[in-house]
Structure formats: structure tokens, C-alpha cells
């Protein structure tokens, strides 16, 4: 007997798109891609139309003219490098043929083969730049990996952890990400070094290999909600994001990667239906979810916003009445409090981050361009067909209200929706003034899931022109991460 969360009277195909109706979708979708494609025009022509300084900056000095604001980087066109050819292939491969075989593939098979191209996608990309672009960013001084290489006594580092945020604590105060992050962040890649993975290229692909997994933990979080179909579809989506430009470059997917499988656990503990688990596997996803959401919070201080979407899951699945949220929330103070008996506490440390971020470059970068360059940038890492579906998202909030939603477009619904008000939320703290392209990839696949409401006639080009962005930012942008 079919799960209620799989099938409903309002839309037997499963298919997302098919409600409310193809026509309003196209225009919404339409809508979409021309209000974010004038954004992404206006935020990298304005500040050299009109000479306005936003203070993005490159580490080394560049000709003004090609800073390519809100990216963090400038514009350097490389027309072909080693990673060029596997890129175009895989890109083109998943587009003619690998939608086709998701349709009719062994889940776990398809699992596999996504990760595969995710992670092929990622590294591709990253080595049109040679192995250099594995490596180089992660060896900057500012990065965590030199100042991993130093650290030799984990107790003292926590002890002192937050003494050598600010910029105080000069000389000894903690490069730019190590102090802009709790230290879980800085103590997973001492845990690279003490195994002898603590070399530039070597940590590149570690972080490459945990990132890529990003799109596996959404596959089993909209199964585990909505059923096989919509995973179906947005297993490819997912695979060949533009956000594996920054992926492969940036600690950051280590950070998203905890946090999508997280919420994949807490969507099996939340999962309805006939197939949901029995008590005992309940409690024991719960407890899962809730050490690597806690875990999350532990890596960066803007994660406490996904809480909402962890709600949103638990809200999909109808687990309200079940014992998920308290477990997980139980489960996520865990190594939140063992940190802090340990001597790092986060709300002792934010402020003082706070305090040291505004003493910095954010002080100068104006929030007039910033509040709406940062969407931008989010823009390029999603993509075009993203864009399409936010504009269909919105129409979808009043037949959500009305309960007139097939069950696949209320996950998304939720899912989507949660994300993108954990986006403006981050935005409109000014936490997060330019250099969104890395801090952001955590919620880029979420976003992600509203590619699943776009008209059937256009899954097809705007995966292509998913590719095609990706290869573009590539191969025309030399960015810092």
C-alpha cells in the first residue's frame, strides 16, 4: 500500500510541476530567471559604471578595472586547462543521458552514480586550473590548514580559542577563518595532519571527496519525504550544481556536507507513512541528526540558522507528535556543551567575532551594494535554473496554505522555502559582506530543490545552461577560493 507521503489524489503523476497549472508555472518561471538575470547584471556592472569602491579584494593587486564584484576574485579568462575536456564530458554526459538512466536506476546504484559525478563534476572543474586548483587555496596563511600544522595540544587550543579571536590578541591572534569560525572547523583538518593528510593537494581532495557528498544526503532526505520520483529527478540537478566551482576549493563543503547529512538523518527519523521507522530507529536517527547538526553549529556560527530548516523536515515527514524534536535538540547540545565544558563556549566567542569582524573590512564594505551583491553572487553558485525555480516557488505559497499542494511540491515547498529565508536572514545580518560564494555553498543544494517545479519543457535547457554556467565561471573568473 502506497505511502501517503509518496501519492495523493492532486497529483497521481508525483510530477511537482503539474500543479497548479504548466502555463502559470512558465511565467513564474520566466519572471524568475529576468528579475535575478537584471540582478546579476546590475551587481557586477554598477560599481564600475559608476566607480563606486564596494571593497571586494583579490591577495594580490590587481588592475581595478577587472575586480568582477560581488565574486571574490577578478576577471581572467583561462580558455582551456587539464580539467577542461572531463568537465565538458561529465556536463554534457549528465545532461543527454544520465536524467534518462535516474529515471530507471537501482536506488543505490543511482546514489553511487550521483556522488560519482558529483565528485568527478567537482574535481574536473577544479583542475582546469591544474593541481593547483586543489590546493592552492588551502594552503593560504588565512586558511585553517597552516595553522593546523602548528597545533600540538587540543586542550590548550580550546582553552584559548576564543582569548585569540580578536584582534587584541595580536600577535597571536587567530587568522582570518580560524578566528571567523568555531573550532571544529580548525580541529578537522588537525585531524588531516595527525593522519598525514595535512599537505595542500592532499587536503583539497579530502575536502572535494566530503563535499561531493552533499548531493547523496539530499537524494535520501527527499526519499525518505516524498518518495523516489522527486529524488529522481533532481539527482543530476543536484550533481552538476555550479556550486562545485567553489566546492572543491573551499572548507566550506566540509561545513555543508555535516549539515545535509544531518538533516538526511533527521528526515529517515522523521519519515511518515507505512514505511516509516519503528520507535527504536526514531530515537537513533534523532540522535544522529542532532550530533551532526550540533557538530555544524560547532564549525560555523551562521549554521543555528538551518534550525529552520531542520523544523521544515520535521514539518514534511508530520513528526510533530513523535519523540524527533526533542531527541534532536537534546542530541545537538551534546557537543555544544562538551565543547564549552572544555573551554570553548559559542555564545562566549560570537561576540567577540563580532566585535572583530566589524573592526575589519567589513566596516568599509558598503551594506547599500552588499544586502543585494551577496544575493547576487548566490545567483551565479545556484544557477539559472535555480532562479526559474524560486519565481515558481513563490506562486506555490497560497495552494500551500490551502492544502492544494501534491505531496512532492509541499517538501520542496518546505525544504526551498526554509533555505531561502535562512539566506535572507544571513544577509540581512551584514555577517556576511561579500565572500558569500564560499560561505553560502551549505545551502546551495537546498535551494537547489525548486529545479523540481520548473514545466517539463524546461528541465532540459536549464540543466544544460546549469553546465554551462558552471564552465563559464571557471574558465572567465579567477576566484580566491
Known sequence: MPSPAVARPADPSGDPSAAPSTAGSHRAATVGVVL????????????????????????????????????????????????????????????WWGVRWARVAPWRGLLLATYLLALGWCLALALVDGPSGLSRVLGHPVEYLPTARSIDDVGLLLAEYVDRISYDASPRNWPTHVAGHPPLMLLFFV????????????????????????????????RALAG???????????ALSPVAVFVAV???????????????????ASRPGDEGPDRCSRWGWSVAAGLLLGCSVLMS??????????????????????????????????????????????????????ERYWDGIASIRPASYW?????????????????????????????????A??????????????????????????????????????????????????????RSPALLAQVVTALAVQHLAYTTW
Open 36 to 95: 535575478v538575470g537584471l540582478l546579476v547584471i546590475a551587481a557586477f556592472t554598477v560599481p564600475h559604471l559608476v566607480g563606486w569602491e564596494v571593497h571586494t579584494r583579490a591577495p594580490r593587486s590587481q588592475v581595478e578595472e577587472l575586480v568582477i564584484p560581488p565574486l571574490h576574485g577578478w576577471f581572467a579568462p583561462q580558455w582551456f586547462g587539464p580539467g577542461t575536456l572531463p568537465a565538458i564530458a561529465l556536463g554534457l554526459g549528465g545532461w
Open 228 to 238: 523516489h520520483d522527486l529524488a529522481r529527478r533532481l539527482a543530476v540537478p543536484l
Open 301 to 354: 556560527y551562521g549554521m543555528p540558522l538551518v534550525g529552520l530548516v531542520a523544523l521544515a523536515v520535521i514539518t514534511a515527514g508530520r513528526a510533530w507528535r513523535t519523540p524527533v524534536f526533542p531527541v534532536t535538540v537534546a542530541a545537538a547540545l551534546v557537543p555544544v556543551l562538551g565543547f564549552a565544558v572544555a573551554g570553548f563556549a559559542w555564545w562566549e566567542a560570537y561576540p567577540v567575532l563580532h
Open 191 to 222: 585531524g588531516l595532519v595527525q593522519v598525514g593528510l595535512g599537505g595542500d593537494l592532499a587536503a583539497g581532495v579530502v575536502v572535494t571527496v566530503v563535499g561531493a557528498s552533499m548531493p547523496v544526503a539530499v537524494l535520501v532526505t527527499l
Open 405 to 458: 499542494l501534491p505531496e512532492p511540491e509541499r517538501v520542496v515547498l518546505l525544504l526551498a522555502g526554509a533555505m531561502l529565508l535562512v539566506v535572507l536572514a544571513a544577509d540581512a545580518s551584514r555577517m556576511s559582506k561579500s565572500e558569500v560564494e564560499r560561505i553560502w555553498v551549505p545551502f546551495v543544494p537546498w535551494l537547489t530543490l525548486t529545479v523540481a517545479l520548473l514545466p517539463p519543457r524546461w
Open 250 to 268: 573551499s572548507a566550506d563543503a566540509v561545513i555543508g556536507a555535516v549539515v545535509a547529512w544531518g538533516l538526511a538523518c533527521l528526515a529517515l
Open 371 to 403: 544586502l543585494w551583491g551577496n544575493l547576487a553572487a548566490l545567483a551565479v553558485i545556484t544557477g539559472p535554473a535555480v532562479w526559474g525555480g524560486l519565481g515558481v516557488l513563490v506562486t506555490r505559497v497560497r495552494p500551500h496554505a490551502q492544502r
